[in-house]
């Protein structure tokens, strides 16, 4: 599915495929289990993401509140992106590393995790990334980005 008419988390749950759905459920309860305090889940850009609120860092690039993971049923494909990795190389070799450990093979993008399966993931990994990126760890990097 690559483009959706929800507006909503639940709603866009509702229009996957239930095996897709099946696959993205359990994956965003891996984010929402290992995801620092302070971050809020939003349906944002056809996709769920988890995102700093305003009310925390207002003032961002695209007058969108920072999203730090996204989730999403792709045409060919689900992605979760973890955009903390993008935003810090050393994040995103530590990440790679483990990965490679894990002894699952990583398709990935610059920060798109793809996969069929949720048995395709490494979770442990991916928890451990998650847990790492705390909302003022992703707001500075945020911010050394937007200075170069």
């Given amino acids: 599915m690559t483009l959706s ?8 749950l509702a229009e996957q495929p239930e095996e897709r759905r099946k696959d993205i459920a359990k994956v965003r309860a891996l984010v929402r ?3 620092p305090k302070g971050f809020k889940e939003c349906f944002q850009f056809g996709m769920i993401s988890w995102v ?18 996204s989730l999403a ?4 494909y689900n992605a ?4 903390g990795i993008y935003a810090s190389e050393a994040e995103r070799k530590r990440f790679e590393q483990a990965y490679k450990q894990s ?10 995790i793809r996969f ?25 990097a945020y911010e050394a980005g937007r200075k170069r």
């Fill in 80 to 83: 979760l992106y973890l955009h």
């Fill in 33 to 35: 289990k290992h995801l």
């Fill in 73 to 76: 049923g792709q045409k060919n």
């Fill in 52 to 69: 700093i609120p305003f009310s925390r860092y207002p003032i961002t690039y695209n007058k969108q509140p920072l999203a730090v993971a």
């Fill in 5 to 12: 008419k929800a507006q909503t988390v639940a709603e866009y």
């Fill in 116 to 140: 069929g399966a949720v048995t395709e993931l490494a979770t442990d990994v991916i928890a451990n990334t998650l847990a790492r990126v705390t909302p003022d760890v992703y707001i500075a």
């Fill in 103 to 112: 002894g699952k093979k990583l398709y990935m993008g610059k920060s798109c």
